[in-house]
């Protein structure tokens, strides 16, 4: 499995954007990059998850290198709700259908400060 | 509406003893996942299934039996608890670009 590199930990005000990044430079061809997060006392989330281009959902932005080999999941306002850890997680794509194995590494634990 | 969920969500035992955890997912997937967090706080996958066929066994030991009576269950029994088998055990189910993880059932073996 290709590994991730996280901050083991960040900082952030509340209401203002927040920057995750994630150092995957082993990446191969076909694996996407996916992010989770884990609230305190809860299972891990899905957050958002890209190939190549940049992606954008409810949640979250992912901003992908050229050359894939760093991400940065970027959080545009911090709520006192995004604390938790923050897991950067390479998914084989060529990994049959929905079946497959997510690799965790140690994430990088988000404190929001009000 | 719970999509993924677990019982019991604590559990306390001694060691030696058998336990099961339940998991039920209502998401219509076909894919199951049981993922274990320990004390560390790491999370690593045990075993997931496909349409009840073992797919994934991440070498755990054969104390750790998964049952799928049908795909929106997949049962953990542990034979033999030990110390070490205290953790958070996660249960999950999947499509294709996104698992969904239940609560998590907290196992402290005394």
Redesign the interface.
């Known amino acids: 499995d290709a590994k991730t590199t996280q901050p083991n930990s960040m900082e952030s005000n509340e209401e203002e954007p927040v920057h995750l990044p994630c150092n995957h430079s082993t990446i191969s061809g076909t694996d996407?990059i996916?992010w989770?997060r884990?609230l305190p006392?809860?299972?891990?989330?899905?957050v958002i998850?890209g190939l190549t281009s940049n992606v954008n959902n409810r949640m979250a932005s992912l901003a992908i290198a050229e050359d894939r080999k760093s991400s940065t999941l970027i959080l545009h306002r911090a709520t006192l709700r995004d604390a938790a850890?923050y897991?950067c997680i390479l998914r084989d794509g060529n990994s049959g259908?929905?079946?497959?194995?997510?690799?965790?590494g140690?994430g990088t634990l988000l404190t929001v400060n009000p | 509406d719970t999509a993924v969920s677990q019982t019991p969500k604590y559990l306390v035992t001694q060691m030696g003893n058998d336990k099961s955890i339940k998991c039920e997912q209502n998401l219509g997937h076909d894919t199951m996942y049981w993922y274990k967090q320990d004390s560390k706080k790491f999370l690593k996958i045990m075993f997931s299934y496909n349409n009840k066929e073992l797919i994934i066994n991440e070498t755990v030991p054969n104390r750790f039996s998964p049952k799928s009576p049908d795909k929106a269950h997949l049962n953990l029994h542990i034979n033999s608890l030990e110390l070490g088998d205290s953790a958070v055990y996660f249960c999950a189910s999947s499509q294709v670009y996104e698992q969904f993880f239940g609560p998590g059932t907290r196992l402290t073996v005394l």
């Open positions: 996407y996916h989770y884990q006392s809860q299972g891990p989330e899905y998850h850890v897991y259908g929905s079946n497959y194995k997510l690799t965790f140690k």
